[in-house]
């Protein structure tokens, strides 16, 4: 796409990638970027030296700072600060594991930046799964775990709960992907690009780079297991109709380097202090007592004021290597590495529309088995098979409630109508009154939904029909909630069947729509139209039978926007809003 005129974000533009993006984009003139960085400093040091680039003289060019991954007000703390307080530790656990709701997504530091600027396209140079995946879970867990004598764990553990919680990659990437999605569908942003990661540089488990942990490390894995996952989340996110463009580079090797220099030697933005211990103060290693690295008076081992210096190669995320540590992690052979000059021209190239193997999610696409001929043949032989061994249960329950609940409720109304022609001729109220009717005296109907979990919401909207099930599988089985109109309108929507009129009048639309399409259709007999005339199945009478599947299927694809890209190609898209 075009990137004159139009406006940036670039996240993690202080990084290596993340800065050589920015100064691949200067020169194709875009009318604003946005500098992302985690500290204040960075992003106006980055920005400063933007500016100077001949070329950034026509963009106006804006730093912001702060984390990503949590709410505005905790945007400037880090992590270990809000780990160390319970109060911050456990809204940003609710604002992870907790359904996303208004709050939670207005209140994110990633939503606000994006809709504040409505970029029409982002560059995403953030290390998310280094990020994430270095929480570490399983320090986290040895210690709670250390906490607890005898395996129980009192209430006063409660903390410590949270901080397992809080280092939880998974849980965090879903919700960063959830706020990514709606901020870019606000914002109306048209084309994402991430810059991803393998998790070992190219390499397999049997990397030689650790942190200290065993080999293979389960905390490198863990990166590479957030790598992947976040890679087929923008997969699925990409191949969502009426979406922006969804775009990833993964390079395989180090990328490097930053720069050469030489002074003091930090780690996570910190200087390494300098620690001594004389031989006299050596600690005793005597069989069979433990190790006590706590100190104490006798093997405390102060700081002498002095951090530690040195040459260093600055290699971006990876930190400062000494020159013979990068003589060895880039040897042939070994990691090896790509300049972040090189990943940026794959990146900008990627953006125009260039023709390239580099893309990601490209290449899944290609490389996926996808929906067949032969199962679409076979797909009539199925179901003529399955109408031979007679009737059943409707729905058993395994692919969503709201499926069931779209279900059963079609099928009511069929055994109580027939036809969708016939359900349209009666008022709601009416239809609602007649379909609790059939269920008060068809004991079987109600079986099948009540057996599954699907409550029935009666006519009167304030008795509801359920049972108390051993294996509580549902959200509304869930306690505690309270009963209040939000949540009697939540639950209908989602895992009841409603019979108010309300919802009848809902399903008589439907009908509606669905015999337009089929009137509109009845000369047209091209390939333009998946459901055309000849499609929905008819009666003696002529009228249209109410087919429970094909129609719940309608209603995923055409009023739930859950179709794959070809179902709107007569719509173009974006169609309709996901529920």
Do not use: N
């Given at each position: 796409?075009?990137?004159?005129d139009r406006s940036v974000i670039v996240l993690g533009g202080y990084g290596e990638v993340g800065n050589a993006v920015c100064r691949q984009l200067l020169p194709h003139k875009p009318k604003q970027l946005v500098v992302t960085s985690l500290r204040e400093d960075e992003a106006r040091h980055t920005v400063e030296e933007l500016r100077k680039v001949p070329s950034g003289d026509s963009c106006e060019i804006i730093p912001f700072h702060g984390n990503l991954f949590v709410r505005w007000d905790l945007k400037d703390m880090t992590m270990s600060d809000i780990s160390a307080k319970p109060e911050s530790l456990r809204l940003v656990v609710d604002d992870n594991l907790a359904e996303l709701n208004e709050d939670i997504l207005t209140s994110s530091t990633l939503y606000r930046l994006i809709v504040e600027y409505r970029p029409a396209i982002i560059v995403d140079c953030v290390t998310t799964a280094t990020g994430l995946a270095y929480r570490n879970a399983y320090h986290q867990y040895e210690e709670f775990r250390g906490s607890i004598p005898g395996g129980a764990a009192p209430g006063h553990h409660a903390d410590a709960v949270y901080g397992v919680f809080f280092t939880m990659s998974i849980p965090a990437l879903i919700r960063h992907i959830q706020i990514l999605q709606e901020a870019m569908k606000r914002a109306q942003t048209q084309l994402y690009l991430k810059v991803g990661t393998t998790g070992t540089g190219g390499m397999g488990l049997n990397i030689p780079f650790t942190h200290g942990e065993e080999n293979p490390s389960r905390l490198l894995m863990t990166k590479v297991a957030v790598a992947g996952a976040q890679t087929m989340l923008l997969f699925a996110l990409g191949i969502t109709p009426g979406w922006p463009i969804i775009k990833e580079i993964k390079p395989a090797a180090l990328i490097s380097w930053?720069?050469?220099g030489k002074g003091i030697i930090k780690k996570a933005g910190r200087p390494v202090k300098l620690y001594d211990c004389m031989p006299e103060n050596a600690y005793r290693l005597v069989s069979g007592t433990p190790f006590r690295y706590i100190p104490d008076t006798d093997t405390e081992h102060p700081p002498h004021g002095e951090e530690l210096e040195g040459v260093y190669i600055d290699t971006g995320e990876n930190g400062v290597f000494s020159p013979?540590?990068?003589?060895?992690i880039t040897s042939l052979g070994l990691m090896e590495f790509?300049?972040?000059?090189?990943?940026?021209?794959?990146?900008i190239l990627t953006i125009?529309?260039?023709s390239s193997s580099k893309d990601v999610l490209g290449a899944l696409d290609g490389a996926v088995t996808g929906p067949s001929y032969r199962g679409g043949f076979l797909r009539e032989f199925v179901l003529k098979r399955a109408a031979s061994l007679g009737t059943g249960s409707p729905s058993y329950g395994l692919i969503g409630p709201r499926v069931s609940k779209l279900i059963l409720e079609a099928?009511?109304?069929?055994?109580?109508?027939?036809?969708m022609e016939d359900a349209i001729k009666a008022p709601s109220n009416v239809v609602a009154r007649t379909l609790e009717e059939h269920l008060a005296k068809d004991r079987g109907a109600r079986q099948s939904a009540l057996s599954i979990g699907i409550p029935i919401l009666l006519s009167d909207g304030e008795r509801l029909l359920f049972v108390r099930r051993k294996v509580k599988d549902k959200a509304w089985e869930e306690e505690p909630w309270t009963v209040n109109q939000d949540n009697i309108e939540r639950w209908a929507s989602r895992e009841w069947i409603d019979l108010r009129a309300g919802n009848m009048s809902r399903w008589q639309d439907r009908f509606r729509m669905i015999l337009q399409e089929i009137n509109e259709g009845d000369e047209d007999t091209s390939s333009r139209l998946d459901r055309g005339n000849g499609f929905w199945p008819r009666d003696s009478a002529g009228k249209t039978i109410i087919d429970a599947g094909e129609i719940a299927a309608w209603i995923l694809i055409h009023e739930l926007g859950g179709g794959r890209a070809h179902a709107y190609m007569e719509t173009g898209g974006p169609y309709a809003e996901p529920v």
């Open positions: 796409m075009e990137i004159r930053k720069g050469v013979d540590e990068f003589k060895i790509v300049t972040p000059e090189e990943v940026a021209q794959t990146a125009l529309g260039a099928t009511f109304l069929k055994f109580t109508f027939h036809t």
